[in-house]
């Protein structure tokens, strides 16, 4: 079993930065690779990010990529995604997940998680 817990997200100004953190427990963190969902009201959860069990490769959706970053801290068993650049379109509840094993390669697909945290919601204003 994996818990998740989700914090960092609130209302910023498009523009603006914020950073979500994702707090493991259960397993040993860096057996797993970690993604970033997306949910907004009336639309799929949609992928956002990932990486890898070692924090040594990433994968983002093109709507993200060059603004946000993932990354990973195994010693604090917590994932990282800095938003930079945010937009109105990225209003959204965000949520990480984790994918058990030391996979070759990063998935985009929801199926491929294993565990879901609650979601934290970022709204972001004009």
């Known amino acids: 079993q994996v818990q998740l817990v989700e914090s960092g997200g609130g209302l910023v100004q498009a523009g603006g930065s914020l950073r979500l953190s994702c707090a493991a427990s259960g397993r040993t963190f860096s057996s797993y690779g970690m993604g970033w969902f997306r949910q907004a009201p009336g639309k799929e959860r949609e992928f956002v990010g990932a990486i890898s069990w070692s924090g040594g490769n990433t994968y983002y959706a093109d709507s993200v990529k060059g603004r946000f970053t993932i990354s990973r801290d195994n010693a604090k068993n917590t994932v990282y995604l800095q938003m930079n650049s945010l937009k109105l379109e990225d209003t959204a509840v965000y949520y990480c997940?984790?994918?058990?094993?030391?996979?070759?390669?990063?998935?985009?697909?929801?199926?491929?998680?294993?565990?879901w945290g609650q979601g934290t919601q970022v709204t972001v204003s004009s």
């Open positions: 997940a984790a994918r058990i094993g030391r996979h070759y390669y990063l998935s985009g697909n929801d199926y491929d998680y294993d565990y």
